[in-house]
């Protein structure tokens, strides 16, 4: 039994790391089993502790081994078997285990370098062979490979690239370097075939001028973010030197520029194109004929504006004749109300002449009254717009007794119909309508089309409106019937019409007019006249309506009408602030009641929709997008509901006109003090002069200087011991109108007798104005009367 276990255990060190002989005599206790460890930092070995195995002989007594190796001894990387071997008693006990040292530890960069800056090559978007000072490494064994990606030498492309090295010790631990290398581009871009400088010889009667130039072309190493200029190709140049700078900038901030001079200036033309007469569809031109020996003819190329410039197979030919001073040829036919660019070419001269002319817009056709709108004082006109491309028509009404302007006004081209307000009963119009093609100096008109017209009647008796505006409505009344007869203005007996002997007997039928509204503000006033008169109430206010009654004080016949003034328009209205391509238009607010502002800008702004008219309830509008140089007319009215208000017009040329600004003073100063100190000297010294003038006027003149009042018209004092109650009825009040004939105060032709106290019932404000106004044949008679 004994010898089978001696066997086994020396087959035991086959197999195992750790064995023992000899187990019957002595017994190994705490032999270790295999000992794994890294290495000391920075070497390439590492000191081992481990705890020793017991050798115990059968009477429990140590025996002591012999060892290979002692705990704490030095280990090299790799596996290192260590061995106790104890004989007691010719027998033999051992103990055998494994010690492994692993290299765990990294390889160490001692130096990396900070990031590499550089600029890239001339004309590229990279920097070649780019180079560094390069990293060193170490380790505890040894470096089996150092490599780097991107390694040194290498084209880098602009911007930032990452550089990393690897350092691989034989274990396979490897260290990391990692460090940018960045490509910063400061090359400027260039611009190549820049402009060289130009000279433009203007007409005279330009200020401004639209030049042109083939742009000079940007370039860079990388690219170009934007090229900018101060002035564009094909922009307005004003008379003088112009410098024009082109930049361009690339993404990295660098700029290079161009520059070059716009001259334009004005010479007498010696040989240019005149346009001798145009209508809708032809252009006359004419040339001085050439001098030069070398030309041969002359080659005419036309085409509209918008289109494109024909080939050069595409012209009229014209033959020369020096012994005419002007060569002249009539083009067409042509589209009705279009730009045509035209261009003579002097064949064998290399000389070139160019203008550009539109021809007439159509005028419009049908033009009529409307059948049923001739009223004593309006008309309705209607037309149809005529052919081809256009702006407005312009309508003109003069009388036609003195051909004097009564009213004009420009519409749209999309109206096709004007009422025609304010004139006079039964007199004969001259009526014009044009067309207008274009804008501010750019115009070109159409022929006229005229009509007559005649305005009606006014009736037997009653009143009509003949006009009204914000704070003013003008009526017509006809308290003496007209001869009967036919409708011709000359058979009408204009002296028994207007006979004075016919007026002063009648002058007893006094007519009192009134005025008033829902808000209880009330006007009279009374008129003598006989036949034809007229009446403006001032002083109203802006959308509001009134009811205007005239009675007659003998029979008590009363004729009634109503009407809304118009919405007050704006005041003060004014450019606030303006450029080359923007200007910004502040007004007052409109008095009275208004929903918003319309306002409508000619010509639109040729990037914009045209968006018209544009509505606001603000007291400021800017426009964008306009062209220097351009006029632009702005026209703003006032809507309530459908009632608008007169127009008010406004100019604007961008890059001519200025901002209209307040004075503010800058700082404080002793002028203030001066102004307010002489305003309140003026003051005092207008103060003083009234006083005095109440003083002279008022003192008791002698008998001879000393006017006398008619007695007939003591009820106007109110000194007078009667007067208050000799006003008290309104039989007084009417009896006051029936005075003898002194009342009429030497007036031709009519009476009229302003109340003073009896018939005015006003709101503690000023009493309104008025106009008298008596029709007689073709003269018209007006008094002023004020308060």
């Not at 602009?158 to 910063?184: H, L």
Request: with cysteine; net charge neutral.
């Amino acid at each position: 039994m004994r010898n089978i276990e001696w066997k086994i255990w020396l087959i035991l060190p086959a197999i195992s790391c750790a064995y023992v002989l000899g187990q019957d005599m002595v017994n190994v206790r705490g032999c270790p089993s295999s000992i794994n460890v890294g290495t000391d930092k920075g070497k390439n070995l590492a000191s081992v502790e481990w705890p020793e195995p017991e050798f115990i002989d059968t009477e429990e007594q140590r025996v002591i081994p012999l060892r290979s190796h002692a705990p704490g001894d030095r280990f090299f990387v790799g596996k290192t078997i260590v061995r106790y071997t104890a004989y007691y008693m010719g027998t033999k006990a051992s103990c055998t285990f494994n010690i492994v040292v692993q290299d765990n530890e990294v390889p160490h960069f001692v130096t990396c370098p900070t990031s590499v800056v550089t600029t890239t090559d001339p004309g590229e978007a990279f920097a070649s062979g780019v180079t560094w000072k390069r990293p060193s490494a170490t380790d505890n064994i040894r470096l089996v490979e150092f490599r780097s990606n991107p390694p040194i030498g290498s084209r880098f492309l602009m911007g930032v690239t990452k550089v990393t090295y690897w350092a691989i010790d034989p274990s396979g631990n490897r260290g990391e370097c990692r460090f940018n290398v960045i490509v910063e581009d400061r090359e400027n871009p260039t611009l190549h075939q820049c402009p060289s400088n130009m000279v433009v010889n203007a007409n005279p009667k330009e200020t401004l001028r639209s030049i042109s130039w083939t742009e000079p072309v940007a370039r860079d190493n990388a690219d170009v973010a934007r090229v900018t200029s101060t002035h564009r190709n094909g922009s307005l140049f004003p008379l003088g030197t112009t410098h024009v700078r082109y930049t361009a900038e690339d993404y990295s901030g660098n700029t290079g520029t161009c520059s070059f001079f716009v001259t334009l200036r004005v010479r007498v033309p010696d040989a240019q194109i005149f346009i001798r007469y145009y209508t809708t569809t032809s252009i006359h031109i004419a040339w001085p004929e050439t001098t030069d020996q070398q030309a041969s003819s002359y080659l005419i190329y036309v085409w509209p504006s918008e289109g494109r410039e024909p080939s050069a197979s595409d012209h009229l030919y014209h033959g020369i004749n020096r012994a005419e001073s002007f060569a002249s040829r009539r083009l067409g036919p042509l589209m009705v109300g279009k730009d045509y660019d035209i261009k003579v070419v002097v064949t064998g001269a290399n000389h070139v002449m160019t203008t550009r002319q539109r021809t007439r817009p159509a005028p419009p056709h049908n033009v009529s009254i409307i059948p049923g709108t001739i009223t004593p004082v309006a008309f309705t006109l209607l037309w149809k717009s005529g052919n081809g491309s256009f702006e407005s028509h312009e309508i003109t009404v003069r009388r036609l007794s003195d051909r004097s302007v009564v009213f004009t006004k420009s519409v749209e081209k999309s109206v096709n119909s004007l009422h025609v307000t304010g004139l006079e009963p039964y007199t004969r119009y001259m009526i014009s309508i044009r067309t207008v093609s274009g804008y501010s100096t750019d115009v070109t008109e159409s022929e006229e089309i005229y009509i007559m017209a005649k305005t009606a009647l006014m009736p037997p008796s009653g009143i009509l409106v003949r006009e009204m505006t914000a704070d003013t409505i003008a009526i017509m009344g006809n308290t003496y019937p007209y001869a009967d007869g036919d409708d011709d203005e000359d058979e009408i007996d204009d002296d028994s019409l207007f006979d004075p002997q016919q007026m002063t007997s009648q002058s007893h039928d006094a007519h009192i007019l009134f005025i008033y509204s829902e808000k209880g503000d009330l006007f009279t006033d009374v008129v003598f006249n006989q036949g034809v008169w007229s009446y403006t109430f001032r002083d109203l206010n802006p959308v509001t309506s009134y009811t205007i009654r005239v009675v007659n004080n003998q029979n008590g016949v009363a004729f009634e009408t109503n009407s809304t003034t118009k919405p007050a328009p704006v005041t003060d209205l004014f450019l606030s602030a303006i450029d080359h391509s923007s200007a910004t238009v502040q007004w007052a607010h409109a008095i009275g009641s208004r929903d918003r502002y319309e306002i409508i800008l000619t010509p639109a702004p040729k990037h914009k929709h045209r968006i018209m008219p544009i509505r606001t309830r603000n007291d400021i509008i800017t426009f964008k997008g306009l062209e220097a140089g351009t006029t632009y007319d702005m026209r703003i009215t006032t809507r309530k509901g459908i009632l608008t208000s007169d127009d008010r017009h406004l100019k604007i040329t961008p890059g001519k006109d200025q901002a209209l600004s307040m004075f503010r003073a800058r700082e404080s100063t002793c002028l203030s003090p001066i102004i307010a100190c002489g305003l309140l000297g003026a003051a005092l010294l207008l103060c003083v002069v009234y006083l005095i003038a109440v003083f002279i006027f008022n003192r008791k003149f002698p008998a001879k200087l000393r006017s006398r009042r008619p007695s007939e018209n003591e009820y106007e004092n109110p000194s007078h011991h009667q007067y208050s109650s000799y006003l008290n009825s309104l039989t007084n009040r009417i009896a006051l109108m029936r005075r003898p004939e002194s009342n009429n105060y030497n007036l031709p032709h009519h009476h009229h007798v302003r109340t003073s106290r009896a018939f005015s019932r006003l709101p503690r404000r000023q009493s309104p104005h008025h106009t008298l106004q008596r029709t007689q044949s073709e003269s018209v008679i007006y008094y002023n009367l004020s308060d």
